[in-house]
């Protein structure tokens, strides 16, 4: 099997690399390819990525490429996990909001458009041009932010694609501790939109325990989600951290313009990284790796590689087309539920409807994502006017048109579906 990875480049790559070389032999995997545009990047990380499949005793081909076509040609698999505009975009994305008094986050809200906007064109060019060499029956497999932005693009050009966000696994090994079981054995049943998810129930061997989860842990769960105790109780459920956005809108935005940025501590530390990356003696992940998030990663990825490789139908929560699995919300709106995973690709998990509650929530933000789909690929300001007044993040006339403005402004260098069209007589 060959695998390619665009923005193999990332700090995040190692952690990847460190997955795949434990399962190489499920795998089969003959051809690791990592694609990036940076020459430095593509150095670094590949000098690191090399080293550790030695030490991990991998006897197949790395390649090390700037070339899209090398990476493309035969891949079964191509996992996407680029950053149009690097940590400079991002803290755009960060800052651009907060001066028009909005939240301020690299996926969610006003951030999360301007990542859109610039993220999906550049991965539908790429995804063309894998259905012209990958394998006949490649996957695409997306890890890129906003992920179920991306995947709706990817799904409504006709590819063959799955989102995935650590979320989930992450919560999964959060919880196997606290009740003393290994993770394979707890089932997270985590409903939703990617980054609007809530946990419903904790499966272990098939019995739900998130009831006596809440009781015996629910300060820790709480902690873990930014928001307190009580609102789990209450909604029985368990949101993902990013829920605190909504549910914590001011005090969040009121932090967030007298504190540090996060992409301005992520530049930080991913400066460290490839430094450390560079050490000719490096040949595992470093320590450090932990704090630039992303944890479990690898894990998630290769599982769900090895899953679609192998047909061997566990189930994993990944962004899929909705197809009636939650009510309320269109048969083309991608959802992030558990599904079963085989060669034919996921199936969803049936689900029950989702409590008003929940669903008023989802059914709001996925509106804004079908309209921010529409806007990245036509290049319609007016499509970036409705998406953001579509936001329950925003949704003010105001702030919607100096956002506007200000996103396509600062973004102008990679949003060339925006450019003025010449008139002709």
């Known amino acids: 099997m060959k695998l390619a990875v665009i923005g193999g480049g ?23 390819v990592l694609h990036d545009i940076d020459a430095e990047r593509r150095e670094v990380v ?31 698999f191509v996992l996407i996990q680029l950053r149009v505009g690097g940590q400079t975009a991002r803290l755009s994305d960060e800052t651009i909001p907060l001066a028009c008094g909005c939240i ?49 693009g990817l799904l409504d050009a006709g590819h063959r694609a799955v989102g995935l966000c650590n979320v989930a696994i992450g919560l999964q090994r959060q919880i196997a501790p606290l009740l003393g079981v290994e993770p394979q054995r707890v089932l997270v049943d985590q409903v939703g939109l990617n980054h609007l998810t809530w946990v419903r129930a904790v499966h272990v061997d098939r019995r739900d325990v998130l009831p006596e989860l809440l009781a015996d842990h629910g300060d820790e769960l709480a902690e873990s989600a930014d928001l307190p105790r009580d609102l789990l109780e209450r909604l029985g459920a368990i949101p993902s951290y990013y829920l605190h956005y909504f549910y914590k809108h001011d005090q969040v935005l009121d932090a967030q313009r007298t504190g540090k940025p996060r992409a301005a501590e992520v530049a930080e530390i991913e400066r460290e990284l490839l430094e450390l990356y560079r050490d000719p003696t490096l040949t595992t992940k470093p320590k450090l790796l932990e704090q630039r998030g992303g944890a479990y990663y690898s894990d998630a990825a290769t599982q769900l590689v090895a899953s679609l490789a192998t047909g061997n139908g566990d189930v994993q929560v990944v962004d899929v087309r909705n197809n009636g699995t939650l009510e309320g919300l269109a048969d083309d709106d991608v959802v992030e539920v558990p599904a079963r995973i085989d060669a034919a690709g996921p199936a969803p998990i049936d689900q029950r409807p989702l409590a008003p509650e929940l669903l008023g929530l989802v059914q709001h933000v996925a509106a804004y994502e079908r309209l921010a789909v529409q806007a990245a690929v036509t290049g ?46």
């Open 46 to 76: 590949g000098g690191l990525a090399a080293r550790m499949l030695s030490a991990a005793g991998y006897d197949g081909e790395l390649a090390v490429t700037d070339d899209l076509d090398e990476a493309l040609e035969g891949a079964s």
């Open 380 to 425: 319609d300001r007016d499509l970036v006017y409705k998406a953001l007044l579509a936001h329950p993040l925003i949704g003010q006339v105001p702030q919607v048109e100096a956002l506007t403005e200000s996103l396509l402004a600062e973004g102008r260098e990679h949003l060339p579906q925006f450019a003025p069209r010449e008139v002709t007589a």
């Open 10 to 32: 990332s700090t995040y790559t190692p952690e990847l690399v460190a997955g795949l070389a434990q399962e190489r032999e499920r795998l089969d995997l003959r051809q690791l």
């Open 104 to 152: 301020g986050q690299e996926t969610t809200g006003a951030g999360g458009l301007g990542k859109a906007l610039r993220t999906v064109p550049v991965v539908l060019q790429i995804a063309e041009r894998a259905r012209e060499l990958a394998a006949s029956d490649a996957w695409i497999v997306d890890f890129t932010n906003p992920v179920g932005i991306v995947v709706r």
